[in-house]
């Protein structure tokens, strides 16, 4: 697999950075992997094939290919790309392989000037917590405050839903303005580039890092906002702790967030927070111009919480009309307490909060999922 620099070019939306992929096998066409962003942001943009790189990780595990290009690389991104073929090898090892990067290598000076701290920003609940986690009155460290969201076309939104992007990119823009930060819209096809190789829910950490080192001149910095907490990246996700920090380079540094909170932890983190109220997205469906479907499994388990915090009624992002009677015992079924035992599952939380704030449903709670030994264990979080 052959990678080489196409440069930057004005397009319709903006600039686009643009890499040539060759593949090694016969009658296989190019590809061209591309990052577009608005003209205001067209400095942020690289200048190194780094954004090549990472993208080309799994396409090339997947098939045994080695990476080559003749532009030198980070010599601390090669390092950490090493650790990550590993970290993936070693849990796919029917599928993936680690695979040479045949580069010249380079070291880059820590950056300095006008690069900043940014974040990756989605409106679901893992961005709002990382972005409450890091509001002045948090956050000590001036350095560490986001200065701008990245908001991306390309990852759950693909095409035929670019009119629902740009809604919901003018959306975030007023958010992140209250907040005195910028919104930096990227548009890129990197997925036609990985889904064939493996599936999304474990390249999407290397695209989320594509995407930053495509940014590497506007950023010192980039939050990523965790999915998991640490005690639960046992089978892997794609971003994680572990790998995202390994996919940083001598000028860009990719920090993963928010691995200390649960998922119920983090929307009561965030639940009083008007902005989150408004604009909070957690569904992934084609919505059609509403932000949340409220029946898909993401959406039921969103408002579960939100109603057991008593909060659901100040959410104007989800539809009304949510009701117990749609949670199945399904959509909440626990983890295997065997393999986690010190792990607190969704619905053992659930139960222990659901126990101090609405007692009244506790019948309706035990229908759905019975109570264990383990639960005793938990309900004293919220008797604090």
Same mark, same amino acid.
């Given at each position: 697999?052959?990678?080489?620099? +196409?440069?930057?070019?004005?397009?319709? &939306? &903006?600039?686009?950075?643009?890499?040539?992929?060759?593949?090694e096998?016969?009658?296989?066409?190019? *590809?061209?992997?591309?990052?577009?962003?608005?003209?205001?942001?067209?400095?942020?943009?690289?200048t #190194?094939?780094?954004?090549?790189?990472?993208?080309?990780? *799994?396409?090339?595990?997947?098939?045994?290919?080695t990476?080559?290009? +003749?532009h030198?690389v980070?010599?601390?991104?090669?390092?950490?790309?090493?650790?990550?073929m590993?970290?993936?090898?070693?849990?796919?090892?029917?599928?993936?392989?680690t695979?040479?990067?045949?580069?010249?290598?380079?070291?880059?000076?820590?950056?300095t000037?006008?690069?900043?701290? $940014?974040?990756?920003?989605?409106? &679901?609940?893992?961005?709002?917590?990382?972005?409450?986690?890091?509001?002045?009155?948090?956050?000590?460290?001036?350095?560490? =405050?986001? =200065?701008? &969201?990245?908001?991306?076309? $390309?990852?759950?939104?693909?095409?035929?839903?670019?009119?629902?992007?740009?809604? %919901?990119?003018?959306?975030?823009?007023?958010?992140?303005?209250?907040q005195?930060?910028?919104?930096?819209?990227?548009?890129?096809?990197?997925?036609?580039?990985?889904?064939?190789a493996?599936?999304w829910?474990?390249?999407?950490?290397?695209?989320?890092?594509?995407?930053a080192?495509?940014?590497?001149?506007? *950023?010192?910095?980039?939050?990523?906002?965790?999915?998991?907490?640490?005690?639960?990246?046992?089978?892997?996700?794609?971003?994680?702790?572990?790998?995202?920090?390994?996919?940083?380079?001598?000028? %860009?540094? %990719?920090?993963?967030? $928010?691995?200390?909170?649960?998922?119920?932890?983090?929307?009561?983190?965030?639940a009083?927070?008007?902005p989150?109220r408004?604009?909070?997205?957690?569904?992934?469906?084609?919505?059609?111009?509403?932000?949340n479907? #409220?029946a898909?499994?993401?959406? %039921?388990?969103?408002?579960?919480?939100?109603?057991?915090? $008593?909060?659901?009624?100040?959410?104007?992002?989800?539809?009304?009309?949510f009701s117990?009677?749609?949670?199945?015992p +399904?959509?909440?079924?626990?983890?295997?307490p065997?393999?986690?035992?010190?792990?607190?599952?969704?619905?053992?939380?659930?139960?222990?909060?659901?126990?101090?704030?609405?007692?009244?449903a506790?019948a =309706?709670?035990?229908?759905?999922?019975?109570?264990?030994g383990?639960?005793s264990?938990?309900?004293?979080?919220?008797k604090?």
């Amino acid at each position: 697999m052959i990678l080489t620099p +196409a440069g930057t070019r004005e397009s319709p &939306g &903006g600039v686009t950075l643009a890499f040539e992929v060759r593949r090694e096998q016969p009658d296989t066409e190019p *590809f061209e992997l591309q990052f577009e962003v608005p003209a205001p942001h067209a400095d942020f943009l690289s200048t #190194g094939i780094e954004p090549a790189l990472i993208a080309a990780l *799994f396409p090339a595990m997947a098939t045994g290919e080695t990476i080559r290009t +003749a532009h030198p690389v980070s010599s601390r991104l090669a390092y950490g790309l090493k650790q990550i073929m590993d970290y993936f090898q070693l849990w796919f090892p029917d599928k993936l392989q680690t695979v040479p990067i045949e580069a010249p290598r380079h070291q880059d000076s820590p950056a300095t000037g006008s690069r900043t701290t $940014g974040m990756f920003f989605s409106g &679901g609940v893992d961005s709002f917590y990382t972005l409450a986690r890091h509001q002045a009155d948090v956050e000590s460290d001036p350095c560490l =405050r986001p =200065r701008y &969201g990245v908001f991306v076309f $390309g990852f759950d939104l693909t095409e035929g839903r670019l009119n629902e992007y740009i809604q %919901l990119a003018d959306r975030y823009e007023k958010v992140l303005q209250a907040q005195g930060m910028s919104l930096v819209r990227v548009r890129t096809n990197l997925r036609a580039m990985l889904d064939p190789a493996h599936p999304w829910l474990y390249t999407h950490g290397m695209g989320l890092a594509s995407v930053a080192h495509a940014l590497d001149r506007g *950023f010192r910095t980039l939050l990523i906002p965790s999915t998991n907490r640490f005690s639960l990246y046992m089978p892997p996700n794609g971003s994680n702790p572990i790998t995202d920090p390994w996919a940083s380079s001598e000028s %860009l540094e %990719l920090l993963h967030h $928010g691995c200390e909170a649960s998922r119920i932890n983090k929307v009561r983190g965030i639940a009083a927070w008007p902005p989150v109220r408004e604009h909070l997205r957690v569904c992934w469906q084609e919505t059609h111009g509403v932000l949340n479907c #409220g029946a898909c499994p993401k959406c %039921l388990k969103t408002q579960l919480i939100l109603w057991t915090l $008593g909060a659901l009624d100040h959410f104007p992002a989800f539809p009304p009309g949510f009701s117990l009677d749609q949670i199945t015992p +399904a959509l909440i079924r626990p983890l295997n307490p065997g393999a986690y035992p010190h792990e607190q599952t969704f619905a053992e939380e659930w139960q222990a909060l659901v126990t101090t704030l609405r007692p009244e449903a506790m019948a =309706r709670v035990n229908q759905l999922v019975p109570r264990t030994g383990r639960l005793s264990r938990w309900v004293k979080q919220f008797k604090r």
